[in-house]
């Protein structure tokens, strides 16, 4: 080892150790942090055939980045050149020098300057030859991916991205050596082959063009200086950048697929937010991106959470917590968890105090169905006078527990961070529904749905009130008839995203109105605006995401937009645009039941309109 | 000055006099609650309010007067539901407010003043 | 399919409308209205009694349509408006054309869409009505509920469809509140032993007369009137309606079981007839009515030969809208001078001879 091949691959080597290092590091300690029961679930989950579906998936995403090649082809392009591209690269080159030296363990630095090292050796045997080639043209393949990347700077539209997301300086430092490495390679190899022959068709020839005098050989040498110093650059900042997100997709894989989420689990949200690769994505997914205010997408919340000075408030409580950007994620990250966790960390501490809960002592008459609006019922009250009728007609059993006042969940409470307190609320609300000691719970909030299968723990089953209405119509208990008024059926975020009830609403409403909607992929539906969750955006704001949203889902020839959330009707009514109805409404209607004149002439003046 | 007897109970008079720095505070993160007219239509829609009989109307009320120790006591009535929100007839971001308001006061006492 | 000329088009047969055409055919111009409805007379034809003196208000359309000898032309659906070089041809779905120099709008509002507030449960909750609606039970001479019953405890919900950001209307309409107690009083007359509440945000009665209404309406009839905003309205079993409020001179919540409420609607402006005019945009203020609330504006509107006039600029009154109706009406006169006849002078006095054609 000459002197000069201790400084060739000094930079790598350097770069490499303290990569590996603070790897080994922060990983022992976000494993370490996971919780107990999600150690378990991991350990277990490696002795079990998940492990296959966590390879491949491994294999599917990291390199190939299938996800993103289902959403936007050139960025597919761009990202799994690189990627499937430097690991074939390393791959093959490791192959390459196995087949040279006979040795399988030979060192890395042969395999990573492999043409440095058989200078002048002549490549004999067509597989040798092949080897060349075939380095070529990997090498190939990722300047061509480099190459769009240059030009996804210029003009990210035609990616289909249509914000560019703002690097800072960490990433854009991290971003420059990476994107040294290869043009470097091509011009050590290049200036290589130029000196001392050889090389594929790419290299080679280019060598063979450049003709120039033997005393400039240290020209080459000092490319491939720069080749080792790009890469150990590279290394050294990884761990500080957004390509940590290279490595760190494995165990965020392993994870995912053991079921661990990162809901109050250090651990695992550390995986997360590292495993993020700042594609950019989620900020076309997300709605709030149109408003010009808005700095609160899951991008940008994600990078500020890697950096030491952390997350603002404001923008942490400016997110609609719809889950379109995890839907549409290509890593899926699981931003729900991780923003909850911040809202729990900076106001689980506030005061509360609900000890009036408790002096109700109201009798609730027992009953077979128990029927809970959610506190929003008050403010539609089309919904509940709509189930009543419903009741009515087929003779159940029922009581509604809130007709007269409003009970809340609680859920809003636990969307603001507030746990504490939103456990406290939850032992009276569900004390308040179990007392008439129902055999099944129904609810027209999917709001108040969500937070019942997540932490209510009713001892009954709970549905939605359109999985209730859609197994009348499964018994046959629909009378026939049905309006030809062309509706437009809006998926709720909870109750879609959150709960994954699509096709029960879908299913009501065909057989009660003409339904036209578009087929889209299910987690893709669009949020109404009027979101709990967030607490930032003004009412002008929330307004004109709703307007927005509206003039997507409707037809030209569109005269009812049907959604089954009270709060989805409450924000998608205020703009005006197109009379709304909750499923329950429409289907009373259909039902036949005697309606007051009022409500007929409202009816036929909306068919006017 | 001589004693009459009787003592003068000035904290039921409000010093319009003062300004409220918690007031000021919270205008500051949520400038929307400046147009509250005192409609009630908060209360009327507030879960809390007929058993506390705190809503968001007396809430900004006892912020701008100053009376921070019922306004603490009041603030802890809040389920955070949100109706209030939806019903404002001036667009008042009320949740943001209240959040706001409950973070000023995490620390005991009328020291914020 | 025919084509008449006039001196000036009037679209609209309410107060406004009918105002201005007796001004303008008394000082010798030729003058038709086009009315949608099948009667003329606008929204005289819905109430009862007019505010501040209880006038009736089939009288006083009587009053304005025999004061006007112009043609009106009833039902008329415009289907549209277009600007020549004289001034203005408006077409009907027959195809009839009517066509002046000088067009005046006099199309009025609309009262609000009580259906939007949800939450007060009107069209849901039988005995929640408009003031519209109780209007037209005065008319009939009889108030009941839904059960046909005569009602005993009557509450006013004040501002429904005016000062309120969620419907998009933030302005006040300035006239509910006078109705409100117009109508309670009218209540009162009629069914004497009957309570009524007044839920009031603010109480605008900046006419003349209508703090005497107000005062009247307490010490007289004894109305009762709570500041306190409604969110929201329940049902009880026998359909009478439970409100739930904060009465905030008292900052305490409350509670009133009755057997009738009556929403004071807003007054809205009529969209029918913005898509029909030509280059309407910089004529719409920001909240929906023609022109933009300035000093003088009616000014404003006097070079091209549109004239805006009545409720259709803003809420109004009827006196407001008959007044204003009046200016604009000697703003077309100006007009229409200019744009008709030349002046002359002979040894006795100024002529004006009118153009041909």
Not at chain 1, 211 to 224: E, F, G, K, Q, V
Not at chain 1, 543 to 553: F, G, K
Not at chain 3, 156 to 174: L, P, T
Request: charged share 20%; with cysteine.
């Amino acid at each position: 080892m000459t002197w000069f091949n201790v400084i060739l691959i000094l930079p790598f080597t350097l770069g490499l150790f303290v990569l590996l290092g603070v790897l080994s590091v922060k990983y022992y300690q976000w494993f370490r942090a996971l919780n107990p029961r999600n150690k378990l679930r991991l350990w277990k989950s490696l002795s079990r055939k998940e492990i296959l579906s966590s390879i491949t998936e491994i294999f599917r995403e990291c390199l190939l980045h299938l996800r993103i090649y289902h959403q936007k082809r050139r960025l597919w392009y761009m990202h799994m050149s690189l990627a499937f591209g430097w690991f074939l690269l390393i791959v093959v080159g490791h192959v390459e020098s196995v087949f040279n030296t006979g040795h399988i363990l030979s060192s890395p630095w042969k395999s990573v300057f492999f043409d440095y090292f058989s200078r002048g050796q002549e490549a004999t045997g067509w597989h040798l030859q092949g080897f060349n080639h075939l380095m070529d043209l990997i090498l190939l393949f990722i300047l061509s991916g480099l190459f769009l990347a240059f030009y996804k700077r210029i003009n990210s539209r035609s990616f289909g991205l249509k914000r560019r997301p703002l690097h800072n300086p960490h990433d854009r430092i991290a971003m420059l050596f990476l994107w040294y490495i290869f043009p470097m390679r091509f011009i050590a190899e290049t200036l290589n082959h130029a000196f001392y022959g050889g090389g594929g068709f790419m290299t080679g020839s280019f060598g063979n063009l450049l003709t120039l005098p033997d005393n400039l050989n240290y020209l080459s040498d000092i490319a491939w200086i720069g080749y080792s110093i790009s890469l150990g650059g590279f290394f050294v900042v990884l761990p500080w950048s957004r390509y940590m997100h290279i490595l760190t997709e494995v165990p965020h894989i392993l994870l995912k697929n053991a079921h661990i989420q990162a809901y109050q689990d250090k651990g695992c949200t550390g995986f997360n937010i590292h495993a993020c690769s700042s594609c950019g994505i989620c900020l076309d997914s997300c709605q709030m991106t149109n408003l010009d205010s808005c700095n609160g997408q899951s991008y940008y919340f994600i990078r500020k959470l890697r950096e030491p000075s952390g997350v603002s408030e404001n923008r942490m409580m400016n997110c609609l917590m719809c889950g379109r950007c995890s839907a549409d994620c290509p890593v899926q990250v699981d931003t729900l968890s991780i923003r909850m966790n911040e809202r729990i960390r900076m106001n689980d501490d506030l005061a509360f105090d609900y000890s009036y809960l408790d002096q109700q002592g109201k009798k609730v008459p027992h009953a077979r169905i128990a029927f809970f609006g959610g506190c929003m019922t008050q403010l539609v009250p089309g919904v509940t006078a709509s189930m009543k009728k419903i009741f009515d007609f087929y003779d159940e059993d029922y009581v509604m527990i809130d007709e007269t006042e409003s009970i809340c969940c609680g859920r809003p409470l636990f969307l603001s961070g507030q746990k504490r307190a939103y456990f406290e609320i939850m032992k009276y609300t569900r004390e308040r529904i179990l007392s008439c000691k129902p055999d099944l719970i129904i609810t027209s909030c999917p709001i108040c749905l969500t937070t019942f299968r997540n932490h209510y723990f009713f001892p009954v089953p709970v549905i939605h009130h359109t999985q209730y209405l859609e197994s009348m119509i499964s018994q046959g208990l629909l009378p026939p008839g049905q309006s030809d008024i062309k509706t437009v059926y809006h998926d709720p975020c909870e109750l879609g995203r959150y709960l994954g009830i699509y096709s029960e609403p879908r299913r009501v409403l065909r057989n009660i109105v003409q339904l036209q909607n578009k087929a889209y992929k299910q987690n893709q539906g669009l949020c109404c605006g009027g979101s709990i969750a967030d607490l930032e955006m003004d009412f002008e704001e929330k307004r004109s995401i709703a307007e927005d949203a509206i003039q997507q889902l409707i037809y030209p020839d569109t005269r009812l937009l049907a959604t089954a959330c009270p709060l989805c009707k409450v924000t998608f009514a205020t703009p005006n645009i197109i009379p709304v109805r909750d499923v329950a409404e429409l289907y009373a209607e259909s039902l036949s039941v005697t309606i007051p004149a009022r409500e007929l002439a409202a009816k036929e003046a909306l068919m006017q309109n | 000055m001589p004693d009459f007897g009787f003592g003068i109970q000035d904290d039921l008079m409000i010093d319009h006099d003062r300004l409220s720095p918690a007031y000021e505070a919270v205008l500051e993160e949520v400038p929307s609650i400046a147009g509250c007219m005192s409609c009630g239509s908060c209360s009327a829609t507030c879960v809390s309010s007929f058993q506390s009989g705190a809503g968001f109307r007396k809430l900004i009320m006892l912020l701008k007067n100053g009376s921070y120790e019922q306004l603490q006591q009041a603030l802890d009535y809040c389920q955070f539901c949100g109706k209030c929100l939806l019903v404002c007839p001036r667009g008042i971001n009320t949740r943001r407010a209240i959040l706001e308001m409950r973070k000023q006061f995490k620390k005991q006492g009328d020291d914020m003043v | 399919m025919k084509k008449i000329c006039y001196d000036c088009v009037i679209v609209g047969a309410g107060p406004a409308g009918l105002k201005a055409a007796s001004i303008l055919d008394k000082q010798g111009y030729t003058v038709c209205i086009l009315e949608k409805e099948k009667i003329p007379g606008g929204k005289l034809n819905i109430w009862h009694e007019l505010f501040p003196h209880h006038e009736s208000a089939q009288a006083i359309r009587e009053q304005m349509l025999a004061g006007t000898a112009a043609p009106i032309h009833s039902p008329v659906t415009i289907k549209s408006i277009s600007r020549t070089a004289d001034g203005y041809c408006v077409k009907d779905r027959n195809e009839d054309e009517y066509c002046a120099p000088a067009l005046l709008i006099a199309t009025g509002f609309k009262p609000f869409d009580a259906c939007r507030k949800e939450e007060y449960g009107y069209g849901i909750y039988e005995n929640v009505i408009t003031s519209v609606d109780l209007e037209q039970m005065f008319r009939q001479h009889r108030v009941v509920n839904a059960s046909g019953e005569v009602p005993g405890k009557i509450a006013f919900i004040h501002c429904v469809g005016s000062r309120d950001i969620k419907v998009g209307s933030e302005f006040c309409s300035a006239n509910c509140c006078i109705t409100g107690i117009k109508q309670a009083i009218e209540l009162k007359k009629m069914i004497p032993h009957v309570n009524i509440c007044c839920f009031y945000m603010d109480l605008r009665l900046g006419g003349r007369f209508f703090e005497d209404c107000y005062k009247t309406s307490q010490v007289k009839y004894k109305v009762q009137y709570i500041r306190g905003r409604l969110s929201e309205t329940n049902e009880n079993t026998d359909q009478s309606v439970i409100l739930r409020y904060e009465d905030t001179l008292a900052g305490r919540p409350a509670k009133i079981t009755v057997d009738m409420v009556v929403l004071l609607v807003g007054m809205h402006p009529d969209p029918s007839i913005l898509h029909l005019l030509p280059e309407i945009d910089e004529r719409v203020g920001s909240d929906g009515f023609f022109g933009k609330g300035k000093i003088d504006q009616a000014d404003q509107s006097s070079d091209d030969g549109l004239f805006f006039a009545g409720a259709c600029t803003g809420p109004k009154s009827i006196i407001q809208s008959t007044d204003e109706a009046s200016a604009v009406a000697c703003r077309i006169s100006l007009y229409l001078k200019e744009k008709l006849y030349t002046e002359t002078e002979d040894q006795h006095a100024r002529l004006w001879i009118r153009h041909s054609g």
